[in-house]
């Protein structure tokens, strides 16, 4: 973030909009030299301490390096209508394998064919946010009439992606037994994972799904609704939990990080995000 609003000072100052870089309550060099840091820091953290995320050296500074790279190309630059929202995607799917591998690593749990179809959804989850975002900060124009149709559809896209996510993790989990095999469980406590992850998916989804019903879109309501869209990407690593692990300690965890987002969404209020 740091590189890019570095990258984008001039067209942020054009934009008039108000940030650190923008106001001059930060320089553009400390804020250059502040990023890169953090990139070179983050990507040296697995390498020099892989013990502590219980993967090989290669695997995780790999992992992290290609992360990093993607995100910073999009700091400095590599944008457009399918570029920009595929290298978006790209990374935050990329942290979400990371994040299995490190799962898959210290807990045993055979998770890893469920991995790539979640990751992969997600992709898709992030890249359709993205591609509504595009119409909130100029990146893309459009007439309130073209916006009429396009956030709309983009909105109940985001919709299915959600819905999608424990339908096709039920399905893997029938062509894949093993998935069910890493704990001692029940059938009910089997149905009542699937049946408590489709009820997430329709809780989450709902909201976004009333707002594609709505009409009057212009780039402001677009900015309006994007920090809901974005806040669909919590409940996608709880819905992740709660249809891959099976367990009790994968229903305890799911509620925890769904508390956690209650918090947060709370926060905001008080808090508001950059």
Aim: proline fraction near 6%.
């Amino acid at each position: 973030m740091a590189l890019n609003d570095w990258h984008d000072l001039n067209t942020d100052v054009a934009a008039g909009r108000n940030r650190p870089l923008t106001t001059g309550a930060i320089r553009p060099m400390h804020a250059l030299f502040l990023g890169a840091a953090l990139v070179l820091g983050g990507v040296s953290i697995p390498y020099f301490a892989p013990a502590i995320f219980g993967l090989s050296k290669g695997v995780s500074h790999l992992e992290f390096l290609l992360v990093a790279a993607l995100a910073t190309g999009y700091s400095f630059g590599l944008r457009g209508p399918l570029l920009g929202p595929a290298l978006l995607g790209l990374c935050r799917a990329g942290n979400f394998v990371f994040g299995a591998l490190v799962v898959a690593a210290n807990s045993g749990l055979h998770i890893w064919p469920a991995v790539p179809l979640a990751a992969t959804i997600y992709f898709a989850l992030v890249f359709t946010v993205s591609s509504l975002g595009r119409y909130e900060d100029g990146e893309a124009a459009a007439t309130p009439e073209q916006l009429a149709v396009i956030a709309p559809r983009l909105l109940r896209r985001q919709v299915g992606l959600l819905w999608s996510l424990p339908l096709a993790l039920c399905a893997l989990r029938y062509w894949q037994p093993t998935l069910t095999q890493n704990t001692t469980q029940s059938g009910t406590l089997l149905v009542a994972c699937l049946a408590i992850g489709c009820s997430l998916a329709i809780h989450y989804s709902l909201p976004l799904l009333k707002l594609s019903k709505s009409t009057g879109w212009t780039p402001a309501k677009i900015e309006a609704v994007m920090g809901l869209c974005l806040s669909r990407f919590v409940p996608f690593a709880i819905l992740s939990v709660v249809v891959t692990i099976y367990s009790w300690h994968g229903l305890l965890a799911a509620a925890g990080l769904h508390l956690l987002a209650k918090v947060g969404r709370r926060m905001m209020a008080f808090i508001p995000p950059s």
